[in-house]
């Protein structure tokens, strides 16, 4: 999955989970990155970044600056899909690098409906999910994605309907699927967390004990697997 900024896997990622269309808002662009790397490659003939810092925003129109892309970009400083309007017709927005309950109360406040979205939330993944279902969007690509020491998760979403069962809520679809190396490690990270825990209060509530049950439901999916293939 190469990129030519040389971008993270995290980023990558994200890069590449937006489908080839002809504009895309880049929300909370940050230092400007994923709205280089979506004109470099390509993904979009023209890209809105917005951030509610004008700092990001400098940030953002230098890259863009010493690329040679400007004109591809619009810059707009203000939070969330505020500073966007209908007439801007945008078909895709990227949302990464926040919390998905902040992810969440910038879709709750847009007055944009865009066709797909591709969100990288720092915390609240499951909660994020369920909120998706819940306004009308199918969850298409759901992974985990190992950057240095840290897991995350990246939500490729498109307008429609969908179940999804508690399993593929707590974990993502794709990672079911998938249960590739990283997710796998993820959960093995997450478990053994809350077992630290265990140690330290003594007794579970009922929140990490569920978890636990969900966890070892995932591992025993993936050992079956391995089984089957022949692997250990």
């Known amino acids: 999955m190469a990129t030519v900024l040389n971008l993270g896997t995290r980023l990558e990622t994200i890069v ?9 808002a880049d929300i ?15 993904k979009a003939y023209n890209v809105i970044a ?30 969330g899909f505020q500073p966007i309007t209908k007439y801007d017709s945008i078909d895709c927005a990227v949302i ?7 992810i ?25 999910r369920g909120y998706l279902l819940q306004i009308n969007f199918k969850i298409v ?9 840290k897991y995350y998760n990246i939500i490729k979403a498109k307008t429609g309907k969908m179940k999804i069962t508690e ?21 093995r990270v997450e478990r053994a967390k809350i077992f630290k825990i265990k140690e330290l209060v003594g007794e579970l509530n009922k929140d990490y004990k569920a978890q636990i049950k969900r966890i070892d439901k995932v591992l025993k999916l993936y050992y079956e697997k391995q089984k089957s293939e022949g692997r250990k």
């Open 16 to 24: 590449s989970y937006c489908s080839r269309t002809r504009t895309i």
């Open 28 to 42: 909370g662009c940050d230092h400007g990155q994923v709205t280089a790397e979506l004109i470099l490659q390509a």
């Open 50 to 79: 917005t951030d509610i810092s004008s700092a990001s925003i400098n940030k953002a129109v230098r890259l863009c600056s010493q690329l040679n892309i400007l004109p591809f970009v619009s810059f707009r400083e203000g939070d």
């Open 96 to 102: 990464a690098g926040m919390g998905g309950s902040e």
């Open 104 to 128: 969440i109360k910038i879709l709750q406040e847009s007055k944009i409906r865009v066709n797909e979205l591709v969100l990288q939330p720092m915390t609240d993944a499951v909660k994020l």
């Open 141 to 149: 690509k759901d992974v985990t994605v190992k950057e240095g020491d």
């Open 167 to 187: 399993l593929e809520l707590y974990f993502g679809v794709t990672n079911l699927e998938e249960l590739s190396t990283e997710f796998i490690e993820s959960i």
